[in-house]
Nanobody
Framework: QVQLVESGGGLVQAGGSLRLSCAAS????????MGWYRQAPGKQRELVAQ???????NYADSVKGRFTISRDNAKSTVYLQMNSLQPEDTAVYYC?????????????????WGQGTQVTVSS
């Protein structure tokens, strides 16, 4: 199994910055991609940014030029640097990891989710 621990959310004024972190641990054999999703009240969960093991990156159009995703493979950690935050960025942010884990029964690929961290941007 794989566990994800998120940190870095909080309250910030419009124009401010926050940095989210998500560390994966457990019986990890390989991590294919890591990413961040968010869900605002009354809205569906949406992809914010994703980075593959080969460092290919995909951003939602709404965050391009403001958010930067990165990963530290040695630490199995993904980061999301969020600059120029706006009230519409207010949401619960979830870390998502697609990883292959191992047990005595073999290797298994799964999607894993963090517990979510609240980001609130005041106007």
């Amino acid at each position: 199994q794989v566990q994800l621990v998120e940190s870095g959310g909080g309250l910030v004024q419009a124009g401010g910055s926050l940095r989210l972190s998500c560390a994966a641990s457990g019986s990890i054999f390989n991590i294919a991609f890591m990413g961040w999703y968010r869900q605002a009240p009354g809205k569906q969960r949406e992809l914010v940014a994703q980075i593959t093991s080969g460092s290919s990156i995909n951003y939602a159009d709404s965050v391009k030029g403001r958010f930067t995703i990165s990963r530290d493979n040695a630490k199995s950690t993904v980061y999301l640097q969020m600059n120029s935050l706006q009230p519409e960025d207010t949401a619960v942010y979830y870390c998502n990891v697609n990883a292959v884990s191992y047990t005595i029964e073999g290797y298994f690929a799964n999607d894993y989710w963090g517990q979510g961290t609240q980001v609130t941007v005041s106007s």
